[in-house]
């Protein structure tokens, strides 16, 4: 536990930087809003859009029970602020004209309706983590970037497909109070407190599982002991350290993507 905590204390002078805070839900909508439309930007850039697939949510600031969400059928490298769609659970849209993906709003619901915590939810089928979740396993911990998921990870066999809301309700009830889900066969799953975390952290296992991938390739894997990779999992995988590092990724994208606001 003291390590743990002096890992967090570090961490938290990695940067003076902090979330804002706002006076009204206004502000707080079109900050989440911009903040989406950045994290699809960045998802695009980073190979992780394909086709009509692949779906961000994040709560309305001043109603919680309604959503935002990308938009099916427009490339994550091209969606703009003004093409969000807002929605209430049973998928009606009720903002924006673009219409949404039913599956996939289906679990992401699902999952801002069981745990009413979560702000925003990530799901994309990024290469290593489609590869990664045919295999059914946990990611293990290989590296310090891998520790920082210890934990955190649930991996869910069923169901593989949710085409009604019993199915969802299922799949949520299996994601259960973690961060992180690898469905298997299908991909990566990934939550937060605000959408920078959760995007952050979705980034990070991708990369984890892209990490694992080499190593097995080539030789056998020495795991981390539990204690060290727990403590890093309690550090430098807190909320606030997600949304630390996401920050980075932010400052690069709003000057190469200036459109994304409109």
């Given at each position: 536990?003291?390590?743990?905590?002096?890992?967090?204390?570090?961490?938290?002078?990695?940067?003076?930087?902090?979330?804002?805070?706002?006076?009204?839900?206004?502000?707080?909508?079109?900050?989440?809003?911009?903040?989406?439309?950045?994290?699809?930007?960045?998802?695009?850039?980073?190979?992780?859009?394909?086709?009509?697939?692949?779906?961000?949510?994040?709560?309305?600031?001043?109603?919680?029970?309604?959503?935002?969400?990308?938009?099916?059928?427009?490339?994550?490298?091209?969606?703009?602020?003004?093409?969000?769609?807002?929605?209430?659970?049973?998928?009606?849209?009720?903002?924006?004209?673009?219409?949404?993906?039913?599956?996939?709003?289906?679990?992401?619901?699902?999952?801002?309706?069981?745990?009413?915590?979560?702000?925003?939810?990530?799901?994309?089928?990024?290469?290593?983590?489609?590869?990664?979740?045919?295999?059914?396993?946990?990611?293990?911990?290989?590296?310090?970037?891998?520790?920082?998921?210890?934990?955190?990870?649930?991996?869910?066999?069923?169901?593989?497909?949710?085409?009604?809301?019993?199915?969802?309700?299922?799949?949520?009830?299996a994601f259960g109070p973690h961060r992180l889900a690898i469905q298997v066969g299908h991909g990566l799953f990934s939550t937060g407190l605000t959408v920078d975390e959760a995007a952050w952290w979705f980034i990070c296992m991708e990369r984890a599982c892209q990490v694992q991938f080499l190593a097995e390739s080539v030789g056998e894997l020495e795991k981390w002991p539990e204690p060290p990779a727990r403590a890093l999992a309690n550090s430098?995988?807190?909320?606030?350290?997600?949304?630390?590092?996401?920050?980075?990724?932010?400052?690069?994208?709003?000057?190469?993507?200036?459109?994304?606001?409109?």
């Open positions: 536990m003291a390590e743990s905590t002096k890992l967090s204390d570090a961490a938290s002078k990695f940067s003076t930087r902090k979330a804002p805070v706002f006076s009204t839900a206004a502000e707080e909508r079109r900050h989440r809003l911009e903040r989406l439309t950045g994290v699809c930007r960045i998802f695009g850039r980073f190979g992780f859009s394909e086709g009509l697939l692949g779906h961000i949510t994040v709560r309305d600031p001043e109603d919680p029970d309604l959503l935002w969400v990308n938009p099916v059928g427009v490339s994550f490298r091209q969606i703009k602020v003004s093409d969000l769609i807002q929605v209430n659970h049973h998928g009606d849209v009720l903002v924006g004209k673009r219409p949404v993906n039913p599956v996939g709003l289906l679990l992401h619901s699902a999952i801002h309706e069981a745990r009413p915590e979560i702000v925003a939810v990530c799901h994309a089928h990024s290469l290593y983590g489609k590869a990664w979740s045919s295999l059914g396993r946990l990611l293990d911990p290989i590296t310090q970037d891998a520790c920082v998921l210890f934990g955190h990870q649930v991996l869910i066999r069923e169901p593989r497909v949710s085409l009604n809301r019993d199915d969802a309700k299922r799949f949520a009830t430098l995988g807190s909320p606030e350290f997600g949304w630390l590092s996401f920050q980075t990724l932010w400052d690069e994208i709003i000057v190469s993507d200036v459109d994304l606001f409109d």
